[in-house]
């Protein structure tokens, strides 16, 4: 099947710095990347799709200048938390898509694990 | 927009028994439904999925059902195994849309040996 990495898997910050998280297709081109985040024992919470070249879509609720999306190209998508904190503290998931893998399905990254001190 | 219902939260079972979680979804466009089984700190694999032409579908141990005329779909595990512990989530969106599915909040699956 289809293989989605993230990097890093996880990181601890200082409250008000950036922190960069790559999400790779390593074997297709993904027209589609999602991004979660996910608390414990919760559900996925659906931050933005991004499509190739074009901005992301967010969801409601979710800041766009502070959760900041780029898919430069069909293989990597890069989610940049800017100036963290404690409460940006989660687990952030990224999903790719391609009707070339399969209509419907998504392939998840393994997530990276957030801490902000 | 789509609101998928997943219930139990939790459920426990001992092993070898049948685990049932049942899920509803209130858009009649939505046509695919995936489940995904989390193991902890660890990504959502998917596990089976049904299409909304098809009412039943099996694999080995996991059979999903789906009434779309109730709205409603669910995930039947039989002869539990401690390693079929996780949570499981699923999902409905509409297939050859904005391929945007959404979740259900997700069942936390106990299999006691």
């Known amino acids: 099947g289809a293989v989605v990495s993230q990097h890093p898997s996880w990181v601890i910050c200082k409250s008000g710095t950036s922190v960069k998280i790559e999400c790779r297709s390593l074997?297709?081109?993904?027209?589609?990347m999602f991004w979660y985040r996910q608390f414990p024992k919760q559900s996925l919470m659906l931050m933005a799709t991004s499509n190739e070249g074009s901005k992301a879509t967010y969801e409601q609720g979710v800041e766009k200048d502070k959760f900041l999306i780029n898919h430069a190209s069909l293989t990597l998508s890069t989610l940049t938390v800017t100036s963290a904190h404690p409460e940006d503290s989660s687990f952030y998931i990224c999903s790719a898509h391609s009707p070339g893998q399969g209509v419907n399905e998504q392939f998840f990254g393994p997530g990276t694990r957030l801490t902000v001190l | 927009g789509e609101n998928v219902e997943q219930h139990p939260s939790t459920l426990s079972v001992q092993e070898g028994d049948s685990a049932v979680i049942k899920c509803t979804y209130s858009d009649s466009a939505s046509n695919y439904f995936p489940w995904y089984k989390q193991e902890l700190g660890k990504r959502p694999q998917l596990i089976i999925d049904?299409?909304?032409?098809?009412g039943e579908k099996k694999d080995q141990r996991i059979a999903v059902t789906l009434n779309k005329t109730a709205k409603h779909f669910s995930l039947h595990i039989t002869e539990t195994q401690p390693e079929d512990s996780a949570v499981y989530f699923c999902a409905a969106l509409e297939s050859g849309g904005s391929y945007i599915p959404t979740f259900g909040r997700g069942t936390s699956l106990i299999v006691h040996p």
């Open positions: 049904i299409r909304s032409n098809v």
């Open positions: 074997d297709f081109q993904a027209t589609t």
